[in-house]
């Protein structure tokens, strides 16, 4: 990874010379993180790991880091090493890649390091419509991984209630990270990813978590240096701070008018049409590709069950469809031994989904609207030419 690299400590404003209580830590933090990724002083190995149909690049085990603290940190404990661990783990330096919780686990565990951008040493103070773009932008990819948590799919609704106003904004906003985070390498996207969940892990923690950013030193720490609070993590940066690996920082937003906001509505309106029927349309292909599969000679159904799988399940697929974690489970064993109902569980979750979700939209939709009020039109002018016709004999 990019971040192995031995001069991390000069990325972000921190500055050694201050004396701040939460700096001292972070600079301490640090420096292990630092010698950690460092292959030269006998760092963690951090590895690309195979797994069924995939790869899971740059990671390490928690066994690993554990016994790299006990042995370089003279730490006699596994004990000792495991809640220090957890200490890092807590301000996002590293972060479990499949699991919310941020806590070190003396086990195989998969970890991963977190970019230095996203280091709390650059005095972040996210906005509630930074997270919602980051909520949104999820529910636009159609990944497992990238799926929503119940816990942020509520703080997803709640924001949309708080931000109704300028919700298509933000859904704009969401929507041309999403088109600039297509553009990027698979692997690089994927590192990415996590790296971003695991920022708001941090700022937006499971409930039952501890913040460990809302501490009293830390509001004190901001009012000794406002002027180094980032107060958007989207948003303009000043020129001496390091840009997001994850975006390029937006222009500066002009006063808007009322003409620029019908524009919007307009503009955001048809994309999100757009985006339903190309969702419905993919959707609608599982099913039939499913269907045809239980009709295949018994010769061709593992070929069959493999093209279905590459074009709409696998890691990167073409065609990628919207799983449930606990369905795609299920169809990712199945598929280790193929058969005409290997896809019998995906198959029924995207029929509910396109009757309570594709059907429901579509009945919603500009283009079926027009179509009612077109009708309603025809049958107006009918009865009127009728009424004429009548009135003249």
Known sequence: MAQGSGDQRAVGPADPE?????MI?????????????????????????????????????????????????????????????????????????SDH??????????????????????????????????????????????????YEAENLARLQRAFARKWEFIFMQAEAQVKI??????????????????????HRPVPGCVNTTEMDIRKCRRLKNPQKVKKSVYGVTDESQSQSPVHTPSQPIRKTTKEDIRKQITFLNAQIDRHCLKMSKVAERFWLAVQDLKKQPLQDV?????????EFLAPGAPSAINLDSHSYEITSQNVKDGGRYTFEDAQEHIYKLMKSDSYARFLRSNAYQDLLLAKKKGKSLAGKRLTGLMQSS
């Open 18 to 22: 201050e004396s701040s209580p939460n």
């Open 25 to 97: 830590v972070y600079c301490k933090i640090e420096d292990i993180i630092t010698k950690m990724q460092d292959d030269k002083t006998g760092g963690v190995a951090i590895r690309t790991v195979k797994s069924f149909l995939s790869k899971i690049p740059s990671v390490v085990t928690g066994t690993d880091i554990v016994q790299w603290l006990m042995k370089n940190l003279s730490i006699e404990d596994p004990v000792e090493a495991i809640h220090l661990g957890s200490l890092i783990a807590a301000q996002g330096y590293i972060f479990p890649i």
């Open 101 to 150: 919780v941020l806590t070190m686990k003396d086990d195989g565990t998969f970890y991963r390091f977190q970019a230095p951008y996203f280091w709390p040493s650059n005095c972040w103070e996210p906005e509630n419509t930074d997270y919602a773009i980051y909520l949104c932008k999820r529910t636009m990819q159609n990944k497992a991984r990238l799926e929503l948590a119940d």
């Open 181 to 202: 985070d297509r553009k990027k390498d698979k692997t690089e996207r994927k590192i990415l990813d996590s790296q971003e969940r695991a920022f708001w892990d941090v």
């Open 302 to 310: 593992a070929r069959r069950v493999e093209e279905i799988w590459q």
